[in-house]
């Protein structure tokens, strides 16, 4: 039988192309989610919308069984099977915690209660949401050192705050495990190890849904605002899809309904928010790929690199902008240099007669072509210094893909993350020529 040949055979085989590429493998017949099904009926729960898939480049996920319109809602999960503090302090940890002092946070107490039912095995009512649950994480508390290193310098500095927030939260908890001790044959130290809590936390971290503070005096002050939402919380987040979530008080369901359409067969999305892909990696893991949030951050020693160093105003110009809260968030996006970062270059480049000037730059007053000139060229230096810091951490990564096959996947994940900076970089380039070009055509015009 020959192929088709003409317009309409092309057009049904890259269609036949495309759904191929997005659509998911069914994984509901796997015994893990038969399991979890089985237990979410029992606590009046069954799903008609969406079945667990497999999908190319997001992985585990939920597809529709059918098309989804606008406004529907996509799932509505009971009460009865959420995993929120109430369910810890009904279990058998509940006195123990009531008589913990100081109180024990909202927080130690799901992570206990994980790491105690992962303990319990089969004898866990929750063992089939603790079975699909990840065996492992990749925030970067969780990734080798020497992966870390490889981070951009703010996000390398947020992972190491990250990683001691972590250790710290283990060492101040041991006291309460302790504590817990009659409820187990085994040591309990080798039951609540580091390696155990950091799996519950980035469990918590990662898959917690949001819901209403609540204030019971067994606890400490920390905000009471995570749920983890058996399920729900396999879908994977998009940042082009807009999403409405919250626990609805009449129904007693955490529900989720969609703002946007979805056809048959199609992974579904939620929107963890509108977060840049460093921030993603941190609290999530992952790195969303042309992620409309995702930018390249400038940071102080960055900022001033190419700017004299004769300039005696320097310092007070630094000190203005930290003032008025301009020397943080300064970004290069895929529309260019932000506003932001333009400002601060543009009173950082004022001249010794112009200084006067430095409110009116804050308000986006232009002061001189000298200084918008200026401001450009210092931006563009920037941005070309970055796009051969991000081509040699490339290159580094690729090398270090060849020796260290044990770290691949870690490196693959930050390797993604430059590679999408880099894209950023690349077209932020292009607009910085653009918006010099102005200059140029005055500069040839005048001569």
Same mark, same amino acid.
């Given at each position: 039988?020959?192929?088709? !040949?003409?317009?309409?055979?092309?057009?049904? !085989?890259?269609?036949?192309?495309r759904s191929s590429v997005s659509r998911g493998v069914n994984e509901s017949y796997k015994p893990e989610f038969i399991e979890l099904k089985k237990w979410l009926k029992d606590r009046k729960f069954e799903d008609t919308n969406l079945i667990p898939a497999c999908f190319p480049g997001t992985g585990r996920g939920l597809m529709s069984k059918t098309s989804l319109q606008e406004g529907q809602v996509i799932i509505s999960l009971p009460e009865s099977c959420l995993l929120t503090t109430d369910t810890v302090i009904r279990s058998y940890l509940g006195a123990y915690i009531a008589k913990w002092r100081p109180p024990p946070s909202p927080l130690l107490a799901l992570c206990t209660f994980?790491?105690?039912?992962?303990?319990?095995?089969?004898?866990?009512?929750?063992?089939?949401?603790?079975?699909i649950l990840p065996k492992a994480y990749t925030c970067p508390v969780c990734l080798e050192p020497?992966?870390?290193?490889?981070? #951009?310098? #703010?996000?390398?500095?947020?992972?190491?705050?990250?990683?001691?927030r972590v250790r710290e939260f283990f060492s101040s908890s041991r006291g309460f495990f302790s504590s817990l001790q009659p409820?187990?044959?085994?040591?309990?130290? /080798?039951?609540?190890?580091y390696r155990a809590l950091l799996w519950a936390w980035c469990t918590?971290?990662?898959?917690?849904?949001?819901?209403?503070?609540? !204030?019971?005096?067994?606890?400490?002050?920390? #905000?009471?605002?995570?749920?983890?939402?058996?399920?729900?919380?396999?879908?994977?987040?998009?940042?082009?899809?807009?999403?409405?979530?919250?626990?609805n008080e009449e129904t007693r369901c955490y529900e989720i309904r969609t703002a946007s359409s979805c056809r048959k067969h199609e992974e579904v999305f939620i929107c963890y928010g509108p977060h840049d892909n460093q921030r993603l990696l941190l609290e999530y893991g992952f790195v969303s790929i042309h992620n409309p949030h995702a930018c390249v951050?400038?940071?102080?020693?960055?900022?001033?690199?190419?700017? #004299? /160093?004769?300039?005696?105003?320097?310092?007070?110009? *630094? /000190?203005?902008?930290?003032?008025?809260?301009?020397?943080?968030?300064?970004?290069?996006?895929?529309?260019?240099?932000?506003?932001?970062?333009?400002?601060?270059?543009?009173?950082?480049c004022l001249e010794a007669e112009e200084f006067t000037c430095w409110k009116k730059i804050l308000l986006g007053e232009i002061i001189s072509d000298t200084n918008e000139k200026r401001s450009l060229d210092i931006a563009q230096k920037i941005c070309h210094y970055f796009i051969e810091e991000t081509n040699a951490v490339l290159q580094k990564v690729s090398h270090m893909k060849d020796e260290e096959v044990a770290s691949v996947n870690q490196?693959?994940?930050?390797?993604?993350?430059?590679?999408?900076?880099?894209? *950023?970089?690349?077209?932020?380039?292009?607009?910085?020529?653009s918006l010099q070009t102005p200059f140029r055509s005055r500069k040839s015009f005048v001569n």
């Open positions: 039988m020959k192929m088709g !040949r003409g317009r309409t055979s092309r057009i049904r !085989r890259r269609k036949v192309f994980l790491v105690s039912e992962k303990h319990a095995g089969d004898q866990s009512v929750w063992k089939p949401y603790l079975e020497e992966v870390v290193n490889l981070f #951009p310098k #703010p996000l390398r500095a947020k992972a190491e705050e990250q990683r001691a409820l187990f044959s085994e040591a309990v130290g /080798s039951i609540f190890s918590v971290n990662t898959r917690a849904v949001y819901v209403k503070p609540r !204030r019971r005096r067994c606890f400490s002050a920390e #905000p009471d605002t995570c749920a983890l939402a058996p399920y729900l919380d396999l879908l994977n987040h998009s940042p082009r899809v807009q999403v409405e979530a919250a626990f951050y400038v940071s102080e020693d960055i900022l001033v690199k190419y700017l #004299p /160093s004769t300039d005696k105003q320097m310092n007070k110009k *630094i /000190s203005i902008l930290k003032d008025h809260d301009f020397i943080e968030n300064l970004t290069f996006g895929w529309d260019g240099p932000s506003w932001r970062l333009l400002t601060a270059l543009k009173l950082l490196l693959t994940l930050v390797e993604t993350l430059w590679t999408e900076e880099l894209k *950023i970089l690349q077209a932020s380039a292009l607009i910085l020529n």
